[in-house]
């Protein structure tokens, strides 16, 4: 019987697996950029329906500089930008170490290899800190807000059109408050997860005290700056429409705007995160290798140029963030 | 060709990534300053549904990701094959998923602006 080989007549060319390697790139190297690529488009999908959520609340979206506007040792001063621009300039520098950690590996030299590989690592870990503290600010919230019974936030301005935090606005009464529970309340209604400081009769009763206190509402005008209701409508609407306290953020309600502003933050800078974490922990695993001289042994760094592209491709996907989050 | 970097003089190549740096450092300076003072011309000047200054920040930013890709990543010396294979997958997708995705988007804008649906209930 004859053998059942097919003879495709490219023996020995690129297509048919001969010595060159197609796309004149390693196997390794090329199939992490077809990683990247595909990683590219799940950042994009995100990014997309990010863009797909704003248009549809257009004139309703949170302002990104009054949502992040701290920095660290500056309480109190609004700081927009500032902070978002100094991860960029961490990120972008540790992409610089590592290209250069990738340049010293083309001529072979260990201990310059080392070296940039040690600050790649040391940017990446503390972007992922700064991150933390951005994540720790956005979940702590800073003036609080309420909530209609449609799900519209309602904030507080004094009558220069400051903003005023709760605790300025409300009056203590005296109530007997209990956290909703399902075993003792409506079985189909989850847990409160805990008290919110201030009821929202306290709120009531304490704006209608103080006369200089105004309602802002989601909505922005044609400067592109939220609404300031008047005293006698800002009145009403909270009597009317307010039905719950909202301090912070989480996945379902935030006090900055559309509970999909959250989670849209949540789950793309989150996963960027994720992605910055893998990529530290990938570098820690070839800086290693570097260490013990694994690649000098191979004769060739082609390693870190690899694992240099993923890292490269975290401060890409960093640009775009930066970009669609805080400045668009 | 893919290992032309090999082949380099070992100062040019350094010397090019400090000049990226450079660049992409004042490219984001640039976008944040222009973040900050916000100029009223550059809100208020409309082009194509979006105000001039989203479109600076989007062009800085693509000019950002060029940058990053075709240096940092040595795309510029990879085949052309290669190249194509990422970079033009990655654009006709994303534009297509973009466009399609806002057009979608401002549709609903419109359905709640005109008070089918009510803005608080």
Redesign the interface.
């Given at each position: 019987m004859e053998a059942t080989v097919v003879r495709t007549g490219t023996e020995g060319k690129t297509w048919g697996g001969g010595s060159k390697s197609?796309?004149?790139?390693s196997y390794g190297k090329?199939m992490m950029?077809?990683f990247?690529?595909s990683d590219?488009?799940t950042f994009?999908?995100f990014l997309?329906?990010y863009?797909?959520?704003?248009?549809?609340?257009?004139?309703s979206w949170p302002i990104a500089?009054e949502v992040f506007n701290h920095f660290p040792f500056m309480h109190g001063v609004d700081a927009?930008?500032?902070y978002v621009?100094l991860m960029?300039?961490i990120l972008?520098?540790s992409?610089?170490t590592?290209?250069?950690a990738?340049?010293a590996g083309?001529?072979m030299k260990k201990a310059k290899v080392t070296l940039y590989m040690f600050l790649t690592i040391i940017g990446g870990v503390i972007f992922l800190g700064s991150q933390a503290w951005e994540w720790k600010n956005f979940i702590k919230g800073e003036y609080g807000a309420v909530e209609?019974?449609?799900g519209?936030i309602l904030q507080f301005v004094d009558s220069n059109g400051e903003r005023v935090a709760l605790h300025d606005v409300a009056t203590t009464l005296k109530e007997d408050r209990v956290a909703h529970e399902r075993k003792n309340g409506l079985w189909f209604v989850g847990d409160d997860a805990e008290l919110t400081t201030y009821s929202i009769d306290e709120i009531k009763e304490g704006f209608k005290t103080k006369e200089n206190l105004l309602v802002r509402t989601q909505?922005l005008d044609e400067n592109?700056a939220k609404t300031i209701l008047t005293r006698e409508k800002s009145l009403a609407m909270l009597d009317q429409?307010a039905v719950g306290v909202v301090e912070g953020a989480n996945l379902t309600h935030n006090e900055y705007g559309p509970p999909l502003f959250a989670d849209f933050f949540f789950f793309i800078t989150g996963f960027h995160g994720f992605h910055v974490l893998t990529g530290v922990l990938i570098n820690i695993i070839i800086f290693f290798n570097v260490i013990l001289g694994t690649y000098e042994r191979r004769n060739s760094y082609e390693m870190v140029?690899k694992v240099?592209?993923y890292w490269?491709?975290v401060?890409?996907v960093w640009?775009?963030v930066?970009?669609f989050f805080?400045?668009? | 060709?893919?290992h032309d970097?090999?082949h380099?003089h070992?100062g040019s190549?350094?010397k090019k990534?400090?000049s990226v740096?450079a660049i992409?450092?004042v490219v984001?300076?640039v976008?944040?300053i222009l973040?900050?003072i916000k100029p009223e011309f550059l809100?208020k000047t409309s082009f194509i549904y979006m105000s001039l200054l989203?479109w600076i920040?989007?062009v800085?930013?693509i000019y950002?990701?060029y940058l990053?890709?075709w240096?940092?990543?040595?795309m510029e010396h990879?085949?052309k094959?290669?190249r194509r294979?990422?970079v033009w997958?990655?654009v006709f997708?994303?534009a297509y998923?973009?466009f399609i995705?806002?057009t979608?988007?401002?549709y609903?804008?419109e359905v709640?602006?005109g008070g089918y649906i009510?803005?608080?209930?």
């Open positions: 197609p796309l004149k790139a090329m950029w077809f990247i690529t590219a488009l994009s999908a997309a329906s863009g797909f959520s704003r248009f549809k609340f257009l004139d500089d927009p930008m500032y621009a960029t300039f972008i520098f992409s610089v590592m290209v250069l990738v340049d083309h001529h209609t019974r449609g519209q909505m592109g429409h140029e240099g592209l490269h491709f401060d890409l640009v775009f930066f970009t805080y400045l668009v | 060709m893919a970097a090999t380099q070992e190549a350094t990534i400090w740096f992409l450092s984001t300076i976008e944040v973040g900050i809100i989203n920040f989007i800085l930013t950002k990701a990053i890709t240096s940092f990543m040595h990879e085949s094959g290669l294979s990422v997958t990655g997708l994303v998923l973009v995705l806002l979608e988007g401002d609903i804008y709640y602006k009510s803005w608080n209930f």
